[in-house]
């Protein structure tokens, strides 16, 4: 059965700074790993989707890369901004499911 | 940009009444997914719908659960009898057509935050 984690789950940092999240899986056997962001008491923003043959997606600041082998996958934010005080959730895409990690809350602080 | 909607915003029922949460997927996607995330806790996945039945169900989506495509736009999740563990928020997401199917990217819709008292 997939599980997905997310560690830390918290981080607070000063803004300006780059910055890594990360997430493992325990099934490499995924079509896709995606991250999303979630605002308190919001919906659910799309960011960066990995098809399994890829390695990296890239948007704006931030980059994400999937390494099945291992069952890591990793989002990297450069330059933070308060803006991006979220929590951020990485999903694991296996068979008709979205399997989600419990999360990464990132509070920037100005 | 076409989204999925979701409606009402938010819900509040009495425990043991029928709740009834609305979806419009993207107009041209065939697959139809519910989740729900209890309050700081994991978003759960509940069901998969396509070509008008089931595809896959979790443990959570049990006889008290339903869902139905009723026109060609809506797709419903029915809650017959709303327990207090029911509160949290629902969403409802959709996949494109095409050959990646199921494995295709979600949209997913803002959300219905049900509320049992």
């Known amino acids: 059965k997939q599980e997905v984690t997310q560690i830390p789950a918290a981080l607070s940092v000063p803004e300006g700074e780059n910055l890594v999240l990360n997430c493992s899986f325990t099934d490499s056997a995924i079509y896709n790993l995606q991250w999303f962001r979630q605002d308190p008491g919001k919906g659910l923003t799309s960011l960066l989707l990995?098809?399994?043959s890829q390695r990296e997606q890239t948007s704006g600041r931030l980059n994400a890369s999937l390494d099945k082998s291992s069952g890591r996958s990793t989002l990297y934010i450069a330059a933070s901004q308060p803006g991006d005080s979220a929590t951020y959730l990485c999903v694991a895409h296996s068979n008709y499911q979205l399997i989600w990690g419990a999360g990464t809350k990132l509070i920037i602080k100005p | 940009e076409p989204e999925v909607t979701q409606t009402p915003s938010h819900q509040v029922t009495q425990m043991g009444q029928e709740v009834i949460l609305r979806c419009v997927p993207i107009s041209n996607h065939l697959y139809f997914y519910w989740y729900r995330q209890i309050l700081g806790q994991k978003v759960e996945f509940l069901v998969s719908f396509y070509n008008n039945e089931i595809s896959e169900k979790s443990e959570i989506f049990d006889d008290q659960f339903s869902v139905e495509r009723p026109d060609g736009s809506n797709f419903t999740l029915k809650i017959r009898s709303t327990k207090l563990e029911d509160s949290a928020m629902y969403f409802c997401?959709?996949?494109?057509?095409?050959?990646?199917?199921?494995?295709?990217?979600?949209?997913f819709g803002p959300g219905t935050r049900l509320t049992v008292l």
């Open positions: 997401a959709s996949t494109p057509a095409g050959a990646g199917g199921p494995k295709d990217t979600q949209y």
């Open positions: 990995i098809q399994s």
